[in-house]
């Protein structure tokens, strides 16, 4: 009985080793760049090398966000499954991205309000040497909305105005924007959704939105005559991260005139990567993204898509910051090849 107990005992055992010997290694492997997955006799193990060797992380921003949207529209017109899959994740907001580029594992892009580069050189002095930008993407246009007794901005001093939750495109560009305009409020940072029903009760003075017009809220949101946009002229205070823009009655047409234009400043949004080693396998992924990304660009601005897609310059630039050199390398291809064909 003994002897029969300790056979089959050793059975078992060789035969958990050989489980553990062919499947955990496997495992571990696949989620590691240049392992021994791919030399595993297991055809699944294989295709999740392979599904690992060309998956791109795009850190987004909130779900309510246009920063996320993009980021999905980017998943969704790049895709060639195993030859490459963007994975777009929901984060605390545009902002946060720039944390995630440079520390989370598996995140390889980013989509980031271009101010808020002023943080980073001073947190990380040497900031322009580890990001590089792919594309200047579109703007996020700043919307300073008001009660009907608020006539201007100066009329906003001392009180209470909303710059939507931190880790927010408005909860970080607003106050730096507020700053440079010299206006002292009283600052909350609670959900938007919530600082408008509080504004109508006359709690909250004003909200700021810093995002991709037209905003739902005031498109779709019924709002008492007086409820409008305050306008924010572009001076020189803004020259170094932002750009000029309007509102239109296109954009609102429950809020603003047929004629009528509110000059606003808008903040670029940027699509950011990882300076990686050129010889890496991270470089790679991007790279491929960039041939993709740009090669497609001609579905991004058709149907089924954010109209933004259609003013996109793939060749705009970005103050402070080098372009990739896998994006500069494509759009080298493409200036010859014209040239060529000329």
């Given at each position: 009985?003994?002897?029969?107990?300790?056979?089959?005992?050793?059975?078992?055992?060789?035969?958990?080793?050989?489980?553990?010997?062919?499947?955990?290694?496997?495992?571990?492997d696949?989620?590691?760049?240049?392992?021994?997955?791919?030399?595993?006799?297991?055809?699944?193990?294989?295709?999740?090398?392979?599904?690992?060797?060309?998956?791109?992380?795009?850190?987004?921003?909130?779900?309510?966000?246009?920063?996320?949207?993009?980021?999905?529209?980017?998943?969704?017109?790049?895709?060639?499954?195993?030859?490459?899959?963007?994975?777009?994740?929901?984060?605390?907001g545009?902002?946060?991205?720039?944390?995630?580029?440079?520390?989370?594992?598996?995140?390889?892009?980013?989509?980031?309000?271009?101010?808020?580069?002023?943080?980073?050189?001073?947190?990380?002095?040497?900031?322009?040497?580890?990001?590089?930008?792919?594309?200047?993407?579109?703007?996020?246009?700043?919307?300073?909305?008001?009660?009907?007794?608020?006539?201007?901005?100066?009329?906003?001093?001392?009180?209470?105005v909303?710059?939507?939750?931190?880790?927010?495109?408005?909860?970080?560009?607003?106050?730096?924007?507020?700053?440079?305009?010299?206006?002292?409020?009283?600052?909350?940072?609670?959900?938007?959704?919530?600082?408008?029903?509080?504004?109508?009760?006359?709690?909250?003075?004003?909200?700021?939105?810093?995002t991709?017009?037209?905003?739902d809220?005031?498109?779709?949101?019924?709002?008492?005559?007086?409820?409008?946009?305050?306008?924010?002229?572009?001076?020189?205070?803004?020259?170094?991260?932002?750009?000029?823009t309007?509102?239109?009655?296109?954009?609102?047409?429950?809020?603003?005139?047929?004629?009528?234009?509110?000059?606003?400043?808008?903040?670029?949004?940027v699509?950011?990567?990882?300076?990686?080693?050129?010889?890496?396998?991270?470089?790679?992924?991007?790279?491929?993204?960039?041939?993709?990304?740009?090669?497609?660009?001609?579905?991004?601005?058709?149907?089924?898509?954010?109209?933004?897609?259609?003013s996109?310059?793939?060749?705009?630039?970005?103050?402070?910051?080098?372009?990739?050199?896998?994006?500069?390398?494509?759009?080298?291809?493409?200036?010859?090849?014209?040239?060529?064909?000329?």
């Amino acid at each position: 009985m003994n002897t029969l107990f300790r056979t089959n005992f050793w059975k078992l055992v060789s035969a958990l080793a050989v489980v553990i010997s062919i499947v955990l290694p496997g495992d571990v492997d696949a989620q590691t760049q240049g392992g021994r997955a791919a030399r595993s006799a297991s055809p699944s193990v294989v295709q999740k090398a392979a599904m690992n060797a060309w998956t791109v992380g795009l850190a987004g921003g909130q779900l309510e966000g246009a920063p996320i949207r993009f980021a999905a529209e980017i998943a969704r017109a790049v895709d060639d499954g195993q030859n490459l899959l963007v994975l777009p994740i929901v984060t605390r907001g545009p902002v946060e991205n720039m944390n995630a580029l440079l520390n989370l594992r598996g995140v390889d892009m980013a989509i980031v309000n271009s101010d808020a580069l002023e943080e980073y050189k001073i947190q990380a002095p040497d900031i322009q040497k580890r990001i590089v930008y792919l594309l200047n993407l579109f703007p996020s246009e700043l919307h300073i909305f008001v009660r009907p007794e608020i006539q201007s901005l100066k009329d906003l001093a001392g009180k209470k105005v909303n710059f939507n939750t931190l880790g927010t495109a408005a909860a970080y560009s607003g106050p730096l924007i507020f700053s440079r305009l010299g206006l002292d409020v009283e600052k909350t940072f609670i959900p938007h959704q919530v600082a408008l029903e509080q504004m109508r009760k006359g709690e909250i003075a004003a909200v700021v939105f810093i995002t991709s017009k037209p905003v739902d809220a005031f498109v779709r949101g019924r709002w008492d005559p007086g409820f409008k946009f305050l306008p924010v002229a572009y001076e020189s205070k803004f020259e170094d991260y932002y750009l000029p823009t309007v509102l239109e009655a296109s954009d609102y047409p429950n809020l603003i005139k047929q004629g009528e234009r509110i000059p606003t400043i808008a903040v670029p949004t940027v699509l950011l990567s990882f300076n990686w080693p050129a010889n890496s396998n991270r470089y790679q992924r991007v790279a491929r993204l960039v041939d993709y990304l740009f090669s497609r660009i001609d579905r991004l601005q058709g149907p089924g898509f954010d109209p933004k897609w259609k003013s996109i310059n793939l060749a705009a630039t970005v103050p402070g910051l080098v372009r990739s050199s896998s994006a500069q390398a494509w759009l080298d291809r493409q200036a010859r090849a014209k040239q060529v064909s000329q």
